[in-house]
T-cell receptor, first 113, second 112 residues
Framework: GAGVSQTPSNKVTEKGKYVELRCDPISGHTALYWYRQSLGQGPEFLIY????????DSGLPNDRFFAVRPEGSVSTLKIQRTERGDSAVYLCASSQGPSEPQHFGDGTRLSIL | SQKIEQNSEALNIQEGKTATLTCNYTNYSPAYLQWYRQDPGRGPVFLLL?????KEKRKERLKVTFDTTLKQSLFHITASQPADSATYLC???????????FGTGTKLQVIP
């Protein structure tokens, strides 16, 4: 079956703009994660959804970052008033449940000019 | 403070040899630990998960050990091949049952 799909694969925008990054998880996976990865680093946890609710958003760096998963499937990560420091690869992963192996998409490479 | 350390230097080994990668963690009490492979421009790919009550796990040419006393996991690739060249990430269960924290990864290069 299809894996985790992330769109767009690349996004270039200007400082101060608003961006939305989309994640389509594997069908039937109840757990969904967002991570941010900078060059030479491992993925950094942002937020975890179990179903429709954000069960753990402790990794969101500030209130400019917000994520939703209204129907328990597709998720959108939203970043307001983007800053150059937000430039990174944003990865989405899904799993059958907490503590299960995570299946990652190939990420959205976000560049803030 | 909490830390996850992986071999910071790249690891170069000859084809056919066994590669051993190290993951050390401090100030975590993980219920499980995972290893992932990441190729350039791609997302991580899950390889193995080992739980706190397991000492060792194997899958084909891969073996992982988990020593909760030493706070260390070792990841072995036997009979290594050039296609095994990639970055390998250790992920430690770090909060609740769902959260993992990744190490910075070890870049493995298998030389033909």
């Amino acid at each position: 079956g299809a894996g985790v799909s992330q769109t767009p694969s690349n996004k270039v925008t200007e400082k101060g703009k608003y961006v939305e990054l989309r994640c389509d998880p594997i069908s039937g996976h109840t757990a969904l994660y967002w991570y941010r990865q900078s060059l030479g680093q491992g993925p950094e946890f942002l937020i975890y959804f179990q179903g429709t609710g954000a069960a753990d958003d402790s990794g969101l760096p500030n209130d400019r970052f917000f994520a939703v998963r209204p129907e328990g499937s597709v998720s959108t990560l939203k970043i307001q008033r983007t800053e150059r420091g937000d430039s990174a690869v944003y990865l989405c992963a899904s799993s059958q449940g907490p503590s299960e192996p995570q299946h990652f998409g190939d990420g959205t490479r976000l560049s803030i000019l | 403070s909490q830390k996850i350390e992986q071999n910071s230097e790249a690891l170069n080994i000859q084809e056919g040899k066994t590669a051993t990668l190290t993951c050390n963690y401090t100030n975590y009490s993980p219920a499980y630990l995972q290893w992932y492979r990441q190729d350039p421009g791609r997302g991580p790919v899950f390889l193995l998960l080992i739980r706190e009550n397991e000492k060792e796990k194997r899958k084909e040419r891969l073996k992982v050990t988990f020593d909760t006393t030493l706070k260390q996991s070792l990841f072995h690739i036997t009979a290594s091949q050039p296609a095994d060249s990639a970055t390998y990430l250790c992920a430690v269960n770090s909060g609740g049952y769902q959260k993992v924290t990744f190490g910075t990864g070890t870049k493995l290069q298998v030389i033909p």
